[in-house]
């Protein structure tokens, strides 16, 4: 499978470390693309939720194909999120053409995009971190639940189905949340005079015009989605902006060249479950 050049790729919400995280696909993804850029735009690795005995081959080789990435001399930009929040007192850290950041202005064909996770929106993580943290479980939970249902359906021929895009599609409250963090980046985007805001966080691809409440002027909100249910990423291109959608039935090949990184002894991956429970250790 020849891959796709893109000029910038953006992908936030992974969640590795979880049960929910759809590694595998987002591997085969990752393989399928040259990109020019790469923005990790929050909650790639879900250190609040990390556990020792949970990570999974598939992870390690999503670590090991962004350092790939690295190795090859494109700008990696692992922007920091709620779920990944141990990493900001690392802020600034540069290796390479790698750098962790809080967020990033980028110039993108002489237009500014503002681009952070998002979760400086959300009052829970504000005021109630404990719950934000107590949802995130049981979100996690919902999820796990979710795959073996999905499995039993696929397996009697029917689709599948998402529980949590119907708890939130029934519940108003979920979509004025929604509603309300994408006015929120709009107006301070319009505020600042960018002509993009890029988030993530509220796992909900988009890209649309927003006038600001002041009806001051708009900006282009793009938000990447996730890689635990809707399985999406932002790509920038020939001066277009786009959401990709990972379908199954385009990945029937799997771009499974002989590459180093991948098969690297994974044993290797123990350093790296150390290095997360010593982060989550002292957040504590």
């Not at 005079?193 to 988030?199: F, G, H, L």
């Not at 990447?224 to 277009?240: A, C, F, I, M, R």
Request: charged share 25%; proline share 1%.
């Amino acid at each position: 499978m020849a891959k796709r050049e893109v000029d910038i790729v953006i992908i936030s919400d992974v969640h590795l470390g979880t049960y929910g995280c759809h590694a595998k696909e987002l591997l085969k993804y990752l393989k399928s693309i040259k990109p020019k850029m790469l923005i990790l735009n929050g909650d790639i690795i879900d250190i609040w939720q990390f556990s020792k005995s949970y990570w999974p081959e598939a992870h390690m080789k999503v670590v090991r194909r962004i350092l790939k990435f690295v190795t090859e001399g494109i700008p990696v930009y692992y922007l920091t999120g709620n779920h990944d929040e141990m990493l900001r007192k690392f802020t600034d850290f540069n290796l390479g053409t790698f750098q962790l950041l809080d967020k990033i202005v980028l110039n993108i064909d002489g237009k500014k995009a503002w681009i952070f996770h998002g979760d400086v929106f959300d009052v829970t993580m504000q005021h109630s971190k404990w719950l934000a943290k107590l949802g995130a479980v049981g979100y996690d939970t919902l999820i796990l639940i979710n795959s073996f249902t999905n499995w039993l359906l696929t397996a009697l021929g029917r689709e599948k189905m998402s529980f949590s895009q119907k708890i939130k599609a029934k519940f108003k409250d979920a979509v004025k949340f929604i509603n309300q963090f994408e006015q929120t980046a709009a107006d301070l985007a319009v505020e600042k005079a960018y002509t993009y805001v890029i988030c993530g966080h509220i796992h909900h691809a988009e890209i649309r015009e927003i006038q600001s409440t002041e009806q001051t002027g708009s900006v282009l909100y793009l938000n990447s989605g996730d890689w635990v249910e809707s399985l999406t990423s932002l790509e920038y291109h020939n001066k277009e902006w786009k959401v990709f959608q990972y379908q199954a039935n385009d990945f029937k090949q799997d771009n499974d060249e002989d590459d180093v990184s991948d098969a690297e002894d994974l044993d290797a991956k123990l350093d790296v479950r150390s290095l997360l429970e010593r982060f989550k250790q002292e957040a504590h």
